[in-house]
C-alpha cells in the first residue's frame, strides 16, 4: 500500500515539477487557421480601423487607377468603411475608363487636325503648280471666253483618243471647229489651221503624218486649255 502511494505521489509531483515552457509549445489544434489558398488567415490587428479605404476614395478622383488599386486592397485588409473601397473602386475604374477614352479621342481629334492641315497644304501646292503651268502657257493673258468656249465645242465632237485614226471620224462640224480656232488671234492659231486642211485630205497622209499632226494638236490643246483655266476659276489668276 506505501508503494503504491509513493508511486502516486511521484506521478503528480512529476506532473507539478514539468517545464513551464513545455505548455507554451503550440499544437496542431493552436496554429492558425489557413484560407483557400493555403495561406494564414489574416490577424485581427489587420482588420482593424485604418485610413486606407478614405485614401483610397480620394486617390480614385486625383489619380484613379492608384486609387482603385488601394480600394482593392483596402477591402482585403480591413472591414472597417467598406463603402469607402467599394466607392474607390467603382470611382477609379471609371475615372480611369473615362480618362482613357479622353485621350484616345483627343489623340483621334489631333490627328484629323494634322490630315486637315496636310490636305490643305497639299491643296495649296497643287494649285500653285497649276499657277506656274499657267503662267508658263504661250497663250495665258492671250485667250477670251468665246474662244474658250469653241475649243470646248470641238473637243465633244472630236474623237475620244483626242486624234483622228480613221476617215469615219472626221464630221463636218470638227473641220468648222478648228477652223474657227484658226480665225484667233492666239499663238496656236495656225496649227489649228494646218489640222483642219489636213482633215480635209486625211486619206492623202501616211502614218508619220498622222502622228505629226496628232502630237502638235496635242500640245496646241494643253496649252489653250491652261490659259483657259484662269477664266473658269478666278483663284488660279
Same mark, same amino acid.
Not at 145 to 166: G, I
Not at 201 to 206: I, L
Given at each position: %500500500?506505501? #508503494?503504491?502511494k509513493?508511486k502516486?505521489?511521484?506521478? %503528480?509531483?512529476?506532473e507539478? $515539477?514539468?517545464? &513551464?515552457?513545455?505548455k507554451?509549445?503550440?499544437?496542431?489544434?493552436?496554429? =492558425?487557421?489557413?484560407? +483557400?489558398?493555403?495561406e494564414?488567415?489574416?490577424l485581427a490587428? +489587420?482588420l482593424?480601423?485604418?485610413?486606407?479605404?478614405?485614401? =483610397?476614395a480620394?486617390?480614385?478622383?486625383?489619380v &484613379?487607377p492608384?486609387?482603385?488599386?488601394l480600394?482593392?486592397?483596402? %477591402?482585403?485588409r480591413t472591414y472597417?468603411?467598406r463603402?469607402l473601397?467599394?466607392?474607390?473602386?467603382?470611382a477609379?475604374w471609371? %475615372?480611369?475608363?473615362l480618362?482613357?477614352?479622353?485621350?484616345?479621342?483627343? *489623340?483621334?481629334?489631333?490627328? #484629323?487636325?494634322?490630315r486637315?492641315e496636310?490636305l490643305a497644304v497639299a491643296e495649296?501646292?497643287?494649285?500653285?503648280?497649276?499657277r506656274?503651268?499657267?503662267a508658263?502657257s504661250?497663250?495665258?493673258?492671250?485667250v477670251?471666253e468665246e474662244?474658250?468656249? =469653241?475649243?470646248?465645242e470641238?473637243?465633244e465632237?472630236?474623237p475620244?483618243?483626242?486624234?483622228?485614226t480613221?476617215?469615219?471620224?472626221i464630221?463636218?462640224a470638227m473641220?468648222?471647229?478648228? #477652223?474657227?480656232l484658226?480665225g484667233? +488671234?492666239?499663238?496656236n492659231a495656225?496649227v489649228?489651221? $494646218?489640222?483642219a486642211?489636213?482633215?480635209?485630205?486625211?486619206?492623202?497622209?501616211?502614218?508619220?503624218?498622222h502622228v505629226?499632226? =496628232?502630237?502638235?494638236?496635242?500640245?496646241?490643246?494643253?496649252?489653250?486649255? *491652261?490659259?483657259?483655266?484662269?477664266l473658269?476659276?478666278?483663284t *488660279?489668276?
Amino acid at each position: %500500500m506505501e #508503494e503504491h502511494k509513493g508511486k502516486a505521489m511521484a506521478g %503528480m509531483g512529476g506532473e507539478t $515539477d514539468q517545464d &513551464p515552457q513545455e505548455k507554451d509549445v503550440a499544437g496542431p489544434d493552436d496554429r =492558425a487557421p489557413e484560407d +483557400d489558398i493555403g495561406e494564414a488567415a489574416e490577424l485581427a490587428e +489587420d482588420l482593424a480601423p485604418t485610413r486606407l479605404p478614405a485614401l =483610397a476614395a480620394v486617390l480614385a478622383f486625383l489619380v &484613379p487607377p492608384i486609387g482603385a488599386v488601394l480600394g482593392h486592397v483596402a %477591402m482585403r485588409r480591413t472591414y472597417w468603411r467598406r463603402g469607402l473601397s467599394r466607392l474607390a473602386i467603382a470611382a477609379g475604374w471609371t %475615372m480611369t475608363a473615362l480618362s482613357a477614352s479622353g485621350v484616345l479621342l483627343y *489623340l483621334n481629334y489631333q490627328d #484629323e487636325v494634322a490630315r486637315a492641315e496636310a490636305l490643305a497644304v497639299a491643296e495649296e501646292q497643287a494649285q500653285e503648280q497649276m499657277r506656274q503651268a499657267i503662267a508658263n502657257s504661250p497663250s495665258y493673258g492671250l485667250v477670251d471666253e468665246e474662244f474658250c468656249q =469653241a475649243l470646248t465645242e470641238v473637243a465633244e465632237v472630236s474623237p475620244r483618243t483626242e486624234f483622228v485614226t480613221s476617215q469615219e471620224q472626221i464630221s463636218g462640224a470638227m473641220v468648222e471647229g478648228y #477652223e474657227t480656232l484658226a480665225g484667233t +488671234d492666239t499663238p496656236n492659231a495656225q496649227v489649228y489651221d $494646218d489640222y483642219a486642211q489636213y482633215l480635209v485630205s486625211f486619206a492623202d497622209h501616211d502614218v508619220d503624218e498622222h502622228v505629226a499632226r =496628232a502630237e502638235a494638236l496635242q500640245q496646241a490643246v494643253n496649252e489653250d486649255v *491652261l490659259a483657259c483655266l484662269p477664266l473658269v476659276d478666278e483663284t *488660279l489668276e
